[in-house]
């Protein structure tokens, strides 16, 4: 629960992202490509907090428990994400607007960045032996129904919603949609046990602290090319779309759930895989597949010629091949780590894999296709990081879990 809702309302501001510049950060007389830089920028800035979200909850939850971690992080973004649906725009209040905004993308990057390592941690710790990966996947699963909710939440909007009804509050809604879906998810947590591999192993011996960065930079290089790729075809897409190819909201956001749905697909039997064969082989895959694909994938998209279903079938298969990676690398970087630093551990490598190259996707290619006119930036940059990520996976053997 917790993983949807943080990556439901992720995914809701960078489907909304043209909506919020136009409200948000929009003086009069400036230009909408400004604006929409701006609001990408504000969206790198809630990554760039999620590192000292995970260092900062991961080491108290690697000391008194993921329980109690969890429950404090779920609070916090409901909180953050309700806010957000209630703020005033810049045509109220001025430059006050964005400067709002902006505290709250904060505080939601650093409970994103507590988020993620207490859930895998949860999800790995109480799965039976040689069912981690299938366990972990669940982690990414619901990271792909979040985006898929909002997806769904933004089309139906702008279906039955007038273009000016929904520029001037229907956005607002899915924000606000956050508070009884927290509410639900902090009763859940409430109810949580402990794992019981923290009751067990919490007190042990700490491993050295270059043994730890090691496996920190290790885990981000190898899911590196999963944060680019994801946020590229997943969230990013629908922005592209408008800005670069001239889709209308509609085109663009069928575009994104038919992407989601491909991602959504592949996730579980991806980490069922992964138990038999190991997580390396079938990451590897994904890895490769995108780094050969993603620029003939965009030169399909651009090619008016392309017929509305063969685009459909392609951005659904570009979401499956990002599964490919998503499903096994939650046990993955679980595995790099002991228990009593792998809430830390794996949330670090996570969040400044997701820092760099997923908070940076949307400023990055925005601001590239806008200086330099090439409309196949976001293929070159998903082809170049899931290259590295290759490199990384390949430099160690495969494992099967544990």
């Known amino acids: 629960m917790g993983n949807f809702i943080e990556w ?17 950060f929009t003086p009069e007389g400036g230009s909408s490509a400004e604006a929409l830089v ?13 590192p000292v979200g995970a260092a900062l909850f991961g080491r108290l939850a690697d000391r008194i428990g993921r329980r109690p971690v969890l429950i404090l992080v779920i609070a916090l973004m409901t909180g953050a994400t309700t806010l957000i649906g ?17 505290f709250l993308r904060v505080l939601q990057g650093l409970s994103a960045g507590g988020e993620f390592g207490g859930a895998v941690s949860v999800m790995t710790e109480f799965a039976p032996p040689g069912r981690r990966g299938l366990y972990g996947s669940w982690q990414s699963f619901t990271v792909a129904l979040g985006l898929l909710a909002g997806a769904g939440a933004a089309a139906l909007l702008a279906t039955v919603l ?34 019981p591999a923290f009751r067990q192993d919490h007190e042990a011996e700490r491993p050295p ?17 999963w944060a680019a790729a994801g946020y590229t075809f997943l969230v990013v897409l629908p922005s592209y779309l408008q800005s670069t190819l001239d889709a209308s909201f509609q085109q663009a956001l069928t ?60 951005v659904c298969a570009a979401g499956g091949v990002v599964g490919l990676m998503a499903g096994p690398g939650p046990a993955m970087l679980a595995e790099l780590f ?3 630093v792998r809430y830390t551990g794996l949330g670090l490598a996570y969040a ?51």
């Open 86 to 102: 209630a703020l005033p725009t810049y045509a109220q209040v001025g430059a006050l607007a964005p400067w709002l905004l902006t």
């Open 38 to 50: 701006r609001t990408y920028a504000s969206f790198a800035l809630a990554f760039f907090f999620r």
């Open 255 to 314: 575009a994104t759930v038919l992407a989601n749905l491909g991602f959504a697909a592949t996730i579980l039997p991806a980490g069922l895989l992964s138990d038999r064969v190991g997580r390396i082989p079938v990451m590897l895959t994904g890895a490769l597949l995108v780094a050969v694909f993603s620029v003939p994938l965009l030169n399909l998209l651009q090619d008016s010629g392309t017929s509305t279903t063969v685009k459909g079938v392609a």
């Open 338 to 340: 002991p228990t009593n």
């Open 162 to 195: 007038s273009a000016e009804q929904l520029g001037d509050w229907g956005w607002r809604l899915p924000f606000l949609l956050t508070l009884p879906l927290g509410l639900g998810a902090l009763w859940l947590r409430l109810r949580l046990d402990e794992t």
């Open 209 to 225: 602290a270059r043994r730890v960065v090691g496996a920190v930079a290790l885990g981000a290089g190898r899911i590196m090319g």
């Open 352 to 402: 400044l894999s997701n820092a760099v190259f997923s908070g940076c996707a949307g400023l990055i290619i925005t601001k590239t296709v806008e200086r330099t006119g090439n409309v196949d930036i976001p293929g070159y940059y998903a082809a170049a990081t899931c290259a590295v990520s290759v490199l990384a996976l390949a430099k160690s053997p495969s494992r099967k879990a544990g």
């Open 8 to 24: 439901y309302e992720f995914g809701v501001y960078g489907y909304f992202a043209t909506i919020i510049a136009a409200r948000f």
